[in-house]
């Protein structure tokens, strides 16, 4: 090799390449220009040349469109000398040969709180040298431009050759959306090529973007695009460059295509949003109205455009206390009108339409979505909702959630924040008549009718079946297999249960009203959940006097009772005593024998010896009625009574006959009671170690059942035992258990518990667990 090779190859070939990109120049198209091979071209500029001739340099200088000050330091590097003529040691700097570095990220907005484990995740990405483009996707005001761009400024140094942007106007008022053409052209234009030199078409365009960004690192954010095609010509195919695109879709076929990183952007916890007000109101304001602050994060659903809102708002307004401004979110009676910045991209009903307008045959199914009162759905809901195919609706939903106007929280149900729940109430109510609304709602409620009593009969097979009209027509059907599958449906379902019997009732229909809280008790009433069941239970009793429903009346006023023999047993015993005589009247009795022995347990407490009487009748009634199930459960009543009275012998007798009857028909749950019973029994008869044993029984069908009531009863009771055996250990660890099932149920037993540790020694007197 020559002389030249050493000193000054590498430097000419860096600043022939540098100056080729440019002219956004491919080595063919410059080879071309000068007449040279394109071999020629890719030895220059790796340095593997020879010292090129003086005709060389000339005919590279005019195609590479060289000024006259570029041309002499040209040619010195051609000739390992610089203009002074001494050696030339550096290649010329990038400004040297005019190259833009664009800094073309908007500003970050001046305080940014929360989101870390966002942050986190797009910096692990980078870190890993992957991917070439990463997707931040999310509802509409979720702040997924705010993320991009805050994170885009952190790691701009990590990009030392510049950092492009493009809003592509995807979801947006009124202004077109940017095609990729546009957004190239634009791109090359801050990368200072000649327009003479950007192509006219896509594909010349494209080739030209790639060309330029070879062998530089820049980082391009995207925002706002509205689908995969148009970023695809975007992507550099330059490991070294980054596209970070936000869009309110998931942008599937990107990730799927493409290897992008998909970053789903959901609503910031209550903790971040307490953090993005303090940083627009400050710490003192917000410490000043703790309450009134989780009232604004509860109204506008933690969506961060909604609290920029009301931080706004606050801000503007700073001598106003922040529940007033709760209370004009409280008073509108369009929440949505309230939410209002001032312009297009601050009004949030705006915002969300610029979503809405985008859809198209998931738009009806979107606005009935507004009518479900639950705080998610499953697919068979959403399809008797729509009167559609459940296969049909499930394309519909994926639809949604790839626009994340619904989220797919877990496979196969669906969410919508409540901003967006209201919103697309409010397109129904414009758009959908009153009786299309009535239908859906109608649908809705006996799919959930019908599917709750068949999961309700799995729990507990043994309970009276009412008697239900026919689902109407479009009402989708959902398959409950097993009592373990049952048990799942209402576990996922209560919430809506609950909701769905409230809506109910507003719609005016009374007689879904009280049977949603029939089918739904058994499951309530495994969980301990007294006091839902009562307030769920009082508006089906109103309900159904409103029906005249003789049946209605007498089936609510009973399990009222029985779930008030808990909270109050005054009232418990009123509800009781109107179900033994409406059903006294109906000729039901096997029902009234449930009542009387519900009132019998109402006296347990204060005067066991009252309670004997109406479980005796009780017991005649379910002999006369046949019913071997009530004559297994009644039969360990009384058992449990003679407990009580201290007569433990003749509790033996009859908790162990209702443990048999109960064991030969399968009834699991009575099997549990008489097994608790029978071991109360024998504690106090002084046979410990087959009490204990008993318990464990009884727990064990329990927790198999769900019933945690019963079963921190039972936990209450093996302490007792264990304390009297000599094993206080074993008595603390039962008593705690049952103290924790307690307190999570806000049961008064409770109290109890605590004392009982408190004199075991465990907890200091006066330390409320």
Not at 107 to 125: E, N, W
Not at 395 to 421: K, S, W
Not at 593 to 618: M, N, V
Request: proline content about 4%.
């Amino acid at each position: 090799m020559g002389q030249w090779q050493f000193e000054g190859g590498a430097l000419f070939g860096e600043s022939t390449r540098d100056y080729r990109k440019r002219l956004a120049l491919s080595q063919e198209e410059l080879a071309e220009r000068t007449g040279l091979s394109s071999r020629a071209i890719r030895a220059i500029e790796t340095g593997r040349s020879a010292a090129p001739r003086p005709s060389t340099v000339r005919l590279l200088a005019e195609a590479l469109e060289l000024s006259d000050q570029e041309r002499r330091r040209y040619t010195a590097l051609a000739t390992g000398r610089d203009t002074a003529g001494t050696a030339t040691a550096t290649p010329p700097a990038r400004d040297a040969v005019a190259e833009r570095v664009p800094r073309g990220l908007p500003l970050a907005v001046p305080v940014f709180a929360g989101r870390r484990g966002y942050l986190r995740q797009l910096t692990a990405y980078l870190d890993d040298g992957r991917p070439g483009a990463i997707v931040v996707s999310g509802t509409a005001g979720v702040g997924k431009s705010t993320l991009a761009i805050h994170w885009a400024h952190q790691v701009a140094d990590r990009f030392p050759d510049g950092q492009l942007f493009v809003n592509l106007h995807g979801f947006g008022p009124g202004q077109a959306v940017v095609s990729a053409g546009e957004a190239i052209r634009g791109f090359l234009q801050a990368l200072d090529v000649p327009e003479r030199r950007i192509p006219a078409d896509l594909a010349g365009q494209v080739a030209c973007y790639r060309s330029v960004l070879a062998g530089r690192r820049v980082l391009v954010v995207v925002d706002n695009a509205r689908d995969s095609d148009q970023i695809r010509p975007l992507i550099p195919g330059n490991p070294d460059c980054l596209v970070l695109v936000t869009s309110r879709r998931e942008l599937a076929s990107l990730v799927v295509t493409e290897g992008a990183a998909p970053v789903p952007l959901g609503l910031p916890s209550i903790e971040e949003a307490r953090a993005l007000l303090i940083s627009r109101l400050g710490t003192r304001r917000m410490m000043a109205e703790t309450d009134a602050a989780d009232a604004l994060i509860d109204r506008c659903a933690r969506l961060p455009l909604a609290l920029a809102v009301v931080a706004a708002r606050a801000a503007l307004r700073p001598t106003f206390p922040l529940s007033s401004i709760v209370a004009e979110l409280d008073d509108a009676d369009d929440q949505l009108s309230r939410l209002h910045g001032g312009d297009a991209v601050s009004d949030v009903r705006t915002v969300f339409s610029w979503s809405y307008r985008q859809l198209s045959g998931g738009a009806a199914l979107f606005r009935l979505l507004g009518l479900h009162p639950g705080p998610d759905i499953g697919t068979a809901a959403a399809a008797s909702l729509a009167g559609q195919s459940v296969a049909e609706v499930r394309q519909r939903c994926a639809q949604l959630a790839e626009g994340n106007l619904i989220t797919e929280a877990t496979p196969g149900r669906f969410v919508l924040h409540d901003l967006m729940r209201s919103y697309a109430g409010e397109l129904a109510g414009r758009i959908d008549s009153a009786s299309q609304r009535r239908s859906a709602v109608r649908r809705m409620l006996d799919f959930y009718l019908h599917t709750g009593q068949a999961a309700a009969t799995l729990l507990a097979p043994h309970n009276e079946t009412i008697s239900l009209d026919p689902a109407a027509e479009g009402t989708a059907q959902l398959a409950v297999k097993d009592q373990h599958d049952a048990l799942a449906w209402f576990t996922a379902e209560i919430g809506t249960l609950l909701a769905a019997s409230r809506l109910a009732a507003e719609f005016g229909f009374d007689a879904h009203a009280w049977q949603l809280a029939y089918t739904m008790h058994p499951y309530l009433h495994r969980q301990g959940r007294w006091h839902e069941a009562t307030e769920i239970l009082h508006g089906a009793l109103r309900a159904a006097r409103r029906l005249g429903s003789d049946v209605g009346q007498a089936h609510t006023n009973q399990l009222l009772g029985r779930v008030l023999i808990h909270l109050d047993v005054l009232e418990a015993r009123q509800h009781l005593e109107s179900a033994y005589a409406l059903f006294h009247s109906l000729g039901d009795t096997a029902a009234a024998a449930r009542s009387q022995q519900a009132i019998g347990i109402t006296y347990e407490r204060d005067d066991p010896a009252r309670s004997l009487p109406h479980a005796r009748l009780a017991l005649r009634l379910a002999t006369s009625a046949g019913n071997s199930y009530l004559q297994g459960r009644i039969m360990n009543g009384l058992g449990w009574l003679h407990a009580l009275l201290g007569d433990h012998a003749e509790a033996q007798t009859h908790c162990r006959r209702a443990l048999r009857l109960m064991t030969e028909i399968g009834d699991d749950d009575g099997a549990a009671d008489a097994w608790d019973s029978i071991g109360f029994a024998l504690h106090h008869l002084g046979d410990l170690t087959e009490a204990v044993r008993c318990y464990h029984q009884a727990l064990r069908l329990y927790r198999v059942l769900g019933h945690r009531y019963y079963l921190a009863l039972t936990l209450t009771h093996l302490g007792e035992t264990h304390r009297a055996a000599g094993s206080p250990d074993l008595a603390r660890q039962s008593w705690q258990d049952a103290l924790e099932i307690f307190t999570e149920l806000r049961s008064p037993e409770r109290e109890g518990v605590q004392q009982q540790l408190r004199e075991l020694g465990a907890v200091p007197d006066g330390t409320d667990l």
